[in-house]
């Protein structure tokens, strides 16, 4: 893999702390990110809280931080499924940062590390809007493979063999 740096600072993933949860929540409710949001409704910080609480906690979850220094510049979301051989993909990039390329080498760099991390882990995949052109490159450009679409959605899947 490339040596991952932007702006003369390496990009790093840490995993998310309690401090992050307010950034998040802004990150969310961002009208962009929610416009390619999946429930694009408006968060409230209470419900953004129990969810977020929730995912600290979960054994079926993890949540990393992108960090560019010491700068949090978007997150990775694994949600792992029952049989911990298959995990869904999220990323959000700070809407500062969008339009950088930082998404695909922080995929690339948080699928490398998942995968590394879980031996079980044979598959990840992602649900894209089919209008999300920057999300379907920026998967394409990790690696990722389209592995079907209807009108509306994209599945890009990317097999650890192929990392």
């Known amino acids: 893999m490339e040596h991952a740096v932007i702006s003369g600072e390496e ?19 961002d009208p962009e990110t929610r416009k390619y949001s999946f429930s694009s409704h408006k968060i409230s910080a209470e419900e953004h809280s129990r969810w977020f609480d929730g995912v600290l906690v979960s054994k079926k979850r993890v949540l990393m ?7 949090r510049v978007g997150q990775v979301r694994f949600d792992i499924m029952d049989d911990d ?15 950088k390329g930082l998404g695909s080498i922080a995929l690339r760099k948080a699928c490398e590390r998942f ?4 031996e079980s882990l044979r598959c990840l995949r992602a649900r894209i809007k ?26 890009m899947v990317l097999r650890r063999h192929e990392i």
């Open 11 to 29: 990009i790093t993933l840490r995993p998310a702390q309690k401090s992050d949860c307010e950034i998040l929540l802004e990150w969310r409710n």
């Open 65 to 71: 931080m992108i960090m560019v220094g010491e700068e």
């Open 85 to 99: 051989s298959e995990a869904e993909i999220n990323v959000t990039i700070a809407p500062a940062w969008r339009g």
């Open 115 to 118: 995968f590394n991390e879980r």
């Open 130 to 155: 089919k209008f999300n052109k920057a999300s379907i490159n920026a998967f394409h450009d990790a690696s990722f493979k389209e592995a079907g679409s209807d009108s509306q959605i994209v599945l």
